[in-house]
């Protein structure tokens, strides 16, 4: 399973993620997808950590925290569903979120 992280900085580099996250176990993966036209980040990315409790742990820790000057929105990743209009999205995860406010 994945984690979702979206409101990210455009500013956002994998290391400076996988920085944040390794504060709550090991991460085994980090995403941050590319849009072909201007070359940046999308603004969102998908974390993969070695287990379920850590993935859980960043979650509960990071959703809604604030950093690099935006709130993020962290949960976890669901598979992207067949059928139907996907809007133009690629990618294989969608995601989103809410909840309080923290400040990482």
């Known amino acids: 399973m994945s ?3 979206g409101n990210l900085s455009y500013e956002v580099k994998e290391d400076d993620l996988r920085h ?4 709550y176990g090991t ?3 980090v995403q941050l997808p590319i849009d072909r036209e201007t070359g940046r980040v999308r603004g969102f990315g998908f974390v993969e950590m070695e287990s379920d409790a850590e993935e859980t742990a960043a979650i509960e ?18 598979p992207k569903t067949d059928g139907g209009s996907s809007g133009g999205r690629r990618g294989n ?3 989103g979120g809410g909840g309080g ?4």
Do not use: Q, T
Not at 101 to 104: A, D, L, P, T
């Open 93 to 95: 995860y969608s995601g």
């Open 27 to 29: 991460v085994k993966n």
């Open 101 to 104: 406010s923290r400040r990482y």
């Open 20 to 23: 944040v996250f390794a504060e």
């Open 61 to 78: 820790a990071l959703d809604n925290a604030e950093w690099m000057g935006r709130s993020l929105k962290v949960n976890k990743a669901k």
């Open 3 to 5: 984690i979702y992280v």
